[in-house]
């Protein structure tokens, strides 16, 4: 069941301008249709700098009261319903690890994915054993799915399984393999293998098979949730909140609550408030963007090559139809409501309703602020019938691999409190793991690398948040050899991406060029992510479809450069893009030893507020405030306003810098851990430790990936 129910229910512009090469047609148009949108371009943040180079690139203090502490333990205790208790065992404590290194703004209780219920429950009863049959195994596999009394597994014996077929869990059941290397979901009308053919100037990265030169079947292989399609937000049932919805609060009051019970799980959401207004100096034309306090959406007036509105006049933006917003818009949102979070009902009284878990940002009834359910089936018409709700609980994926999806290959829709652990996804196109519609979820200790098709435009990222999917739990993971590692759209504010490998991102057609590493960015409104204790060689935060805000990067050692490419654009250790406002750097050890010749450490455009973005040296460690579609513009003089430096070891100065917004302290552990994670084993941690005499120690998703074995857990790890 869901904690809290009754009862278990289940560079110029050059991104795609005529001087870059884009995905071929067809292709373009299937991953259009696939994604159920209708866009106007193609592609990731990118561009073309003029200059020697020639080069491309990418994309108060927090105020501990205790009435604070007992409202968060009083909301944990009451997410801990005694069953899920009894099954996962254990708890944890709601303190937070630091209060006070960042302003309060900026800081979270993070208690991602199924931390705040014990973790993830260990199941040992089977209902059924499955085998191999030689044919397509999808029917037997889904009616053992289907009939699992609750909390029960289907086990999957060691072999090839033909897929072809989607699985839907939608049960609180689990789907287990004999392990990654041995149990293996093949679908085999699919995405397509790479080739043999190794891409110059990599190391072993393999040429993939264009999707437009094949059919294929355009579905994934596992569905977490009670569909594909149709599970989102019911905004017929929209209420507004009656005052403002205050960032760490775990309340809010709207004028009838007769549609909303406990246990269920809500959208709060606002719109995004914007007008035109001024673009920094240097952008062509000098036109305005449509902008907010929050939300800077890609869209200008007059428009610009590269927006994602098609119109524009006075009054806003447009496609066709003035008066009539973007589609865009509501790709990953309600419309022109990308500031969003998924929250869990903890207790109902009158009109005030409180919540599992405090607000990781404020809701403004000036920005028309509303609480929605989501549908309890997307063909009934609506939710107040019975005040039910459509997200599947509590199901489970594990140890087992997954070849071949064409629409993903694992996707939670509408699913909270369930998770995939163990798992190896490789050959696919879209997303190799999608959360969207969904909370808590947890993605740990697996394997997601070389995506049939590493290319922008949507078919090759390893692991996309969307639809306001909030405090998930993405840790321990290797993430590598995609397009993109990980892209986050309108969703994630209280979530955590922690401890993963994540590496060689890259464009196939340009794969000299960098692509970003980690970040929650790719359309407007993501907010609130805690980035700790990565490997990775960047991370950014891109202004491809709108920006991002309050994202914290802790204890990561960002390299500045891929381990397989050899990189000649966009070298960078941290980038952010315009609108990206906000953001701390705290703790991080950034290039790598002896590597670091005729790198500078600032990128030149912020010292000296011109636009020479990458004209000088090698590569920077900070390039911050840059559009990635227009490389006249000088740097957004909101993101250096508002970016947060401190207690960062880089290998060009060698040297810890401290600034007058962080001056020198001591540094936790961890924001989000009490103490030393078990999946650490005998190594040590915190494993990041720029004031230390050892700046990197060994990270155990990259010493398993360079031991050959994606899967072995450490000495002594639990």
């Not at 909301?75 to 709601?94: D, I």
């Not at 003035?322 to 949102?333: D, H, K, L, T």
């Not at 993971?477 to 060689?504: E, P, W």
């Not at 490389?631 to 810890?656: E, S, Y």
Request: hydrophobic letters at 40%.
């Amino acid at each position: 069941m869901i904690p809290g129910r009754s009862a278990a229910i289940h560079g110029s512009l050059s991104r795609r301008t005529q001087n870059a090469r884009t995905l071929r047609p067809a292709t373009t148009r299937r991953w259009r249709a696939i994604c159920g949108i209708v866009v106007n371009r193609t592609g990731p943040v990118r561009a073309s700098w003029s200059g020697p180079n020639a080069a491309r690139v990418s994309g108060r203090r927090l105020k501990s009261f205790i009435s604070t502490a007992i409202v968060l333990l009083v909301a944990h205790c009451l997410a801990n319903a005694p069953a899920q208790a009894a099954e996962a065992g254990g708890s944890l404590s709601s303190t937070p690890p630091s209060a006070s290194l960042l302003p309060a703004d900026r800081m979270v209780a993070w208690t991602p994915g199924l931390m705040s219920v014990g973790g993830i429950p260990s199941r040992t009863t089977v209902y059924r054993t499955i085998s191999p049959s030689g044919r397509d195994d999808s029917g037997a596999i889904q009616a053992a799915l289907s009939g699992a009394p609750a909390g029960q597994v289907v086990m999957l014996a060691a072999g090839t399984f033909t897929v072809n077929a989607p699985l839907l869990i939608n049960r609180p059941v689990t789907l287990r393999g004999s392990g990654p290397a041995s149990t293996k979901l093949l679908k085999s009308n699919g995405a397509r293998a790479r080739t043999a053919t190794i891409i110059p100037g990599t190391k072993g990265i393999l040429a993939p098979v264009d999707p437009g030169s094949y059919s294929y079947d355009p579905s994934p292989v596992i569905i977490v949730g009670p569909s594909r399609w149709n599970n989102g937000p019911d905004s017929t049932a929209s209420r507004s909140l009656m005052t403002d919805g205050v960032q760490g609060s775990d309340t809010v009051t709207v004028a009838d609550a007769a549609d909303f019970k406990a246990g269920n799980i809500v959208l709060l959401d606002e719109t995004s408030g914007a007008s035109w207004q001024a673009t920094p100096a240097g952008f062509p034309g000098a036109p305005q963007v449509w902008q907010g306090d929050r939300v800077a959406w890609n869209m200008h007036h007059p428009v610009q090559p590269g927006d994602d509105n098609g119109g524009s006049n006075g009054e806003g933006p447009y496609d066709q139809k003035p008066g009539v917003r973007p589609a865009s818009m509501s790709w990953f949102a309600r419309v022109d409501r990308p500031t969003a979070e998924i929250k869990q009902i903890a207790s109902i009284s009158g009109s005030r309703i409180t919540f599992t878990s405090s607000l990781t940002i404020g809701y403004r009834t000036s920005h028309h602020a509303q609480l929605t359910p989501y549908s309890t089936d997307p063909n009934s018409g609506g939710h107040a019938a019975n005040k039910l709700d459509v997200h599947v609980a509590n199901a489970g994926v594990e140890d087992l691999s997954i070849v071949g999806g064409a629409d993903g290959a694992l996707r939670f829709e509408a699913a909270a409190y369930s998770w995939a652990r163990a798992v190896e996804v490789t050959q696919w196109l879209g997303e190799g793991v999608a959360i969207t519609n969904s909370f808590r979820i947890e993605l740990r200790d697996s394997y997601i690398h070389a995506g049939s098709w590493p290319e922008p435009g949507g078919a090759g990222y390893a692991l996309s948040l969307a639809a306001g999917s909030s405090e998930v739990l993405i840790e321990n993971n290797i993430l590598v050899d995609a397009c993109k590692n990980m892209v986050f759209r309108s969703a994630g504010a209280g979530s955590v991406v922690a401890y993963n490998y994540a590496d060689d991102s890259f464009d196939f057609d340009n794969p000299a060029w960098v692509e970003v590493g980690i970040n929650a960015s790719h359309m407007a409104g993501p907010h609130h992510v805690l980035f700790e204790g990565n490997l990775s060689h960047n991370a950014d935060s891109d202004y491809t479809h709108g920006n991002a805000i309050y994202l914290t990067f802790f204890r990561n050692h960002l390299t500045g450069q891929r381990e397989r490419f050899v990189d000649q654009a966009g070298v960078r250790a941290v980038g952010l893009a315009y609108g990206s406002w906000w953001d701390s750097f705290v703790g991080n050890v950034l290039g790598r030893p002896g590597r670091m010749a005729g790198w500078t450490y600032d990128d030149p455009s912020m010292t000296t507020n011109t636009a020479i973005w990458g004209q000088r040296g090698a590569g920077s460690i900070w390039m911050l405030g840059y559009d990635p579609e227009r490389w006249g513009m000088t740097p957004d003089p909101k993101t250096l306003a508002t970016v947060i430096r401190g207690g960062n070891f880089d290998f060009l100065t060698n040297k810890v810098v401290w600034t007058d917004r962080l001056p020198a302290q001591p540094l936790p552990a961890s924001l989000y851990l009490r103490a030393k994670p078990g999946f650490f084993g005998d190594y040590q941690w915190p494993w990041v430790d720029p004031t230390g005499d050892t700046k990197v120690h060994a990270l155990p998703a990259k010493a398993r990936l360079d031991s050959g074995a994606p899967f072995a857990v450490p000495p002594h790890a639990q």
